[in-house]
């Protein structure tokens, strides 16, 4: 680490270069206890996905908002239940393949998929176009089949926001030491909860990463439970959500791009027990108190410049 507070203030300003292309994968981590009527304890509950794609700048406002194509390339899911594994899926493994599995051959539609963004000047994301589309290819009809659960609960809006947002950077120029507010939503997929988090981000110093010259980004949040002002947004989920979250992100101000972020979510909710099947009784099933841990870590892998029809998609039209 280098660097000191007495040192002149820099900009740290995000770069969307129309002439690149950048690859990033995402990994998510996320475990938890499901509380169950007939077992004596709650049972591990655990969920990896991992997803490289691309993103290229299909077209740049005046008002210096971007729009942006965005191409799903790979994705590995991972689900257990104590120690049984209920759903696998590896779009790079030809060798195993979906075995028949409708769940697997339903997420098989996300790789490939595009999506369409308009991004502020702030990196904030004001319209996120192709969702529903991929939404009605993975249930093709069928709205209880597993896919379109995992589908609903796990690629949300938020989840394919933060694949492109970087709207933790401050928006004057800082110094060594200086912090700065930032406001974001998280999906907290398992407990079926979008929450808002109220963060505080702090520029630590210059640290090599990834053989680049970093601003190292330190962050702490609070998740707060739910008031009247969440309604109007939309924010859902189970009562009583409360947690907190820390991280860092590697910044590096010549390329105008994070080459990595690492955050890590804890989340407190209000579950509901699952009755067994034909349990006969007409009481209410008990209610738990369920801790959610989460790992989020997104990586630059290569930014470079475009090749000639490697990847196109239409332009996006500014908000009106």
Known sequence: MTGRPGDPPVTLEAKWISSNRYTFRIE????????????????????????????????????????????LRTLQLEMSLGDNLTTTYDSENRVIGTFGDPTAEALQYIVGAHLRYLLSPSNTVMRLDGIKELGDRILSGNTRNSAGSIFRRYFNAPYFKQLVEMNALPTDAVRIGDSWPMRRELSYSSAGAVVRLDVTCTFRGWQQHEQRQCALLEFTGAIKPQGPQDQRVRIVGPPGVSGSLAGKTWFDPESGCATESIMDHTLTYQSTA???????????????????????RIKLLDAGPTAPGNFSQPEVAPAK
């Open 28 to 71: 998510i981590t996320s475990c938890s206890e499901a509380p169950r009527v007939n077992s004596p304890k709650p049972v591990p509950q655990e969920t990896t996905i991992a997803q490289d794609y691309v993103v290229t700048v299909t077209n740049t406002m005046p008002n210096g908002a971007h729009g942006l194509g965005l191409e």
């Open 274 to 296: 699952r009755r067994p099947r034909g349990a006969n009784t007409n009481a209410p099933p008990p209610t738990f108190m369920t801790t959610q841990r989460q790992r989020v």
